[in-house]
């Protein structure tokens, strides 16, 4: 069994946001690997460990800073690391980085084998969850999204996923891109021996001239939306506050019949 699994570098949900040229402002000091993406790295490992045999490969793309995301997967047990990282990649959207993605892939793939491309549902940074579908159709294999479970037999992966109102059971034939839910299960614990061989691994950095890819295909200008404005939210104006002696539950109550909210 061997696995693939993609996890990005995103900025702290708890820090300021703001933009630079149009994208996300993105530091060393504020950054982690995608909590999401920690459910995917644990999906593989599992599978892996269930099989009896095999490897999970962690892979990540961005600029110096995203290394740390594919750093992370290895604390947890991925097998190894690749960096993909470019200047003309900076600004790409979900296709592009689908594209980017899709041809490490292969690259990886074409060296050995891979039975399945594992993501996380979303990045915490843009919540779009497209980049798994994006990437199943850059590669041409089945897609199985938003797995709250997910089992390997017969050359197929099984998923079970979790509807407001039903529980659906879906399998395609290997190999395949499958998301995983936060439900999916719930992430190991990097171990102290992980930890320190992870900051000594050495982690093959590839260029879009390693992947094949045309620059102008990718980055900003490529990208099929752009953010032209942004701006800190403002204040809230005209708040009111209230001190509850006993009343408090009857004011919220007449302010909400007041506001037409009840």
Do not use: C
């Not at 459910?39 to 599992?46: I, K, T």
């Not at 892939?105 to 990045?123: C, F, N, Q, S």
């Not at 919540?127 to 017969?154: C, I, K, N, R």
């Not at 009111?240 to 506001?259: H, P």
Request: proline share 5%; charged share 25%.
């Amino acid at each position: 069994m061997r696995i693939l699994v993609t996890v990005k570098h995103v900025p702290d949900l708890q820090s300021n946001r703001s933009f630079t040229d149009g994208t996300v402002t993105r530091t060393a000091e504020d950054g982690s690997m995608n909590e999401l993406d920690e459910h995917a790295v644990e999906a593989a490992l599992q599978l892996v460990e269930e099989a009896g045999e095999g490897e999970v490969y962690a892979l990540t793309m961005g600029g110096p800073d995203a290394v740390s995301a594919v750093r992370k997967a290895l604390q947890l047990g991925a097998h190894h690391a690749i960096h993909v990282s470019d200047e003309a990649i900076a600004g790409s959207d979900v296709f592009g980085t689908a594209m980017v993605i899709g041809a490490a892939v292969r690259k990886v793939h074409a060296e050995t084998p891979l039975d399945m491309v594992i993501t996380g549902m979303a990045a915490l940074d843009g919540l779009t969850s497209m980049f798994p579908t994006a990437l199943a159709a850059e590669l041409d294999w089945s897609q199985l999204t938003l797995a709250s479970g997910l089992s390997v037999a017969g050359g197929e992966a099984t998923i079970v996923r979790h509807l407001p109102d039903a529980r659906e059971t879906v399998a395609a034939p290997l190999p395949a891109v499958v998301s995983v839910t936060d439900e999916a299960n719930k992430p190991r614990y990097p171990n102290f021996k992980l930890i320190m061989a992870a900051r000594k691994a050495e982690v093959p950095v590839w260029t879009l001239e390693d992947l094949g890819i045309d620059a102008a295909l990718v980055g900003g200008d490529a990208a099929r939306a752009t953010v032209v404005d942004a701006s800190e939210r403002p204040p809230r104006e005209n708040r009111r506050q209230v001190t509850d002696k006993g009343e408090g539950g009857r004011e919220l109550a007449e302010f909400l019949i007041e506001k037409g909210l009840a």
